[in-house]
């Protein structure tokens, strides 16, 4: 009787052991539990300024320069300006749209305009304005400001991106450039033809 009393007391003390070692680790598992998803920051492509004269009889003038950066993600570029009743219209090209390509007459609203636009934002509100291209693959992007006046224009703009993935968020050599200068040029206008009292860049 002893024997079993011993062997008996002694198999209640494992048990109750390795069910201690057992809530002990739960209760560490389920209070801290690990994610294996991680979300990615925004971070800054590129940044800088550009001064617009005010339209004249001979036409517009714009601003445009080329972001580059190898990954994907939500791409965002904020544009904002000093005087708000100026109207500026802008453009987003996938790829490098040139000075000359977008000085052509047929560019933006023709088919035959060599740049290729993913996002317009043709109107004068709002102020500033944000240019938004949701799972946008690697590779360049140009931004281009016209400024319909009526006065001249100081501008300022920010494009940043949050990668998809923490696999495709490899920083690229271009990126965070925080003095980065755009390149201005002209479009002829042709008067007869306005939006919101703005002459507008047309084919002749």
Do not use: H
């Not at 002893?2 to 070692?21: P, T």
């Not at 996938?94 to 740049?115: K, L, M, S």
């Amino acid at each position: 009787m002893k024997r079993a009393k011993v062997s008996c007391w002694s198999f209640a003390c494992l048990l109750w052991a390795s069910l201690s070692v057992v809530s002990c680790g739960g209760g560490e598992s389920g209070g801290n539990p690990v994610s294996s998803t991680q979300v990615s920051a925004p971070r800054l492509l590129q940044q800088g300024n550009f001064s617009l004269p005010a339209p004249d009889e001979d036409g517009a003038f714009f601003a445009q320069t080329a972001i580059t950066d190898p990954s994907a993600g939500l791409w965002e570029a904020t544009v904002d300006w000093a005087i708000a009743t100026n109207t500026l219209w802008m453009w987003v090209a996938n790829g490098t749209c040139t000075v000359e390509q977008f000085a052509r007459p047929d560019c933006p609203f023709e088919v035959t305009c060599p740049c290729q636009f993913t996002i317009r934002s043709e109107t004068a509100t709002p102020k500033p304005r944000v240019l938004t291209i949701p799972n946008a693959p690697g590779g360049t992007r140009t931004l281009i400001v016209l400024n319909l006046g009526p006065r001249e224009e100081e501008a300022t703009y920010r494009v940043m991106l949050t990668p998809s993935s923490l696999l495709g968020g490899v920083f690229s050599t271009t990126g965070d450039r925080s003095d980065a200068r755009a390149v201005t040029g002209r479009k002829a206008v042709q008067p007869s033809r306005e939006v919101a009292g703005r002459a507008l860049p047309v084919r002749q």
